[in-house]
């Protein structure tokens, strides 16, 4: 019996359809940077500005030369944050090679008020606090959260096994997990014997970008699979999961197209109503 498809699409239309009304409300207004003209940017940016016009938000895209330096980067951010009609804004990953080192200096300077995609070290340190202080989190954990919970997934309790340990999924999903009462195990490129880890998993989470490295000998009958990890193939857009295999003994399993990423994309507009609710407070 093949496992319940997870759709994102699905997911992240309804969350979209419950943020309309408070979109008009609030008339948030998000920015998105853009530096270069790296294709699967380009993609994801196009998802992002065509999500805003669903819902009516406000919203910029502000494509910048790859010869951008690290202080015009820096003097863009700055105004950005000075900027009052910005709601919240991001700086799309990743930056062409020769700003990569600009990266934490630039994360750390993006307002944390404004830091809708949740990377920076205030909204990222406050998760550790509690689920009640998950006020900006990550979008693409976020994204998997609500999944989870729309199809009534419940986590307390279970084993969640993440594979892959960047601080902009794995990190913080093993947190927001924790917060919800998951025992949570991390697994990254020097775990010994990663199947024997995987194969413990009520919740399988990969999230590497090496398509096909999760097959069916590495996943629990049963379990729960949710594939954040995305590379292009000659084929196509492919995840971690070996799809067509691992769907015939998971339980539930998200596709790759289709599944977390239009997920990202909602939970970033969220974040961006959520800090205009949280900059409004404040004033």
């Given at each position: ?16 359809k419950?943020?309309k009304?408070?979109?008009k409300?609030?008339?948030?207004n998000l920015?998105?940077?853009q ?6 940017s ?6 992002k ?6 819902v ?11 010869e ?17 009609g ?10 062409p ?11 750390r ?5 404004k830091?809708?995609?949740?990377f ?9 606090l ?28 279970k084993?969640?096994?993440i ?36 194969r413990q ?50 339980s539930?399993?998200?596709?790759v ?11 970033l ?14 004033q």
């Open positions: 019996m093949s496992a319940l498809l997870l759709s994102g699409k699905e997911v992240a239309d309804h969350l979209l419950t943020l009304p408070m979109v409300k609030l008339d948030p920015v998105v940077v530096v270069g003209d790296d294709p699967a380009a993609s994801y940016i196009r998802q500005m065509r999500s805003c016009e669903d009516g938000m406000r919203h910029e895209h502000r494509h910048l030369p790859a951008t330096t690290k202080e015009e980067l820096l003097t863009l951010v700055k105004e950005l944050n000075e900027d009052e910005v709601t919240g804004f991001i700086v799309q990953l990743p930056l090679s020769r700003l990569k080192d600009a990266v934490p200096e630039m994360i300077s993006i307002d944390p008020a830091d809708v995609d949740g920076g070290p205030v909204n990222l340190g406050k998760m550790f509690g689920q009640e202080f998950e006020t900006l989190p990550p979008a693409t954990p976020a994204g998997v959260i609500e999944m989870l919970d729309y199809y009534k997934i419940n986590v307390e309790g084993h969640a096994v594979v892959g340990h960047s601080n902009i999924v794995g990190k913080p999903l093993a947190v927001m997990l924790l917060n919800r009462n998951a025992t949570v195990t991390v697994c990254h490129i020097h775990t010994k014997d990663l199947a024997a880890q995987t998993a009520d919740i399988l989470c990969t999230a590497v970008g090496k398509a096909g490295l999760i097959t069916t000998d590495m996943v629990k009958p049963g379990a729960v699979v949710i594939d954040i990890g995305t590379s292009r193939t000659e084929e196509g857009l492919k995840g971690d999961v070996d799809f067509d295999a691992v769907k015939e003994i998971a539930a399993i998200t596709p197209p289709g599944g977390v990423g239009p997920m990202t994309v909602a939970s507009i969220r974040n961006c109503v959520r800090a205009k609710e949280l900059q409004l407070s404040v």
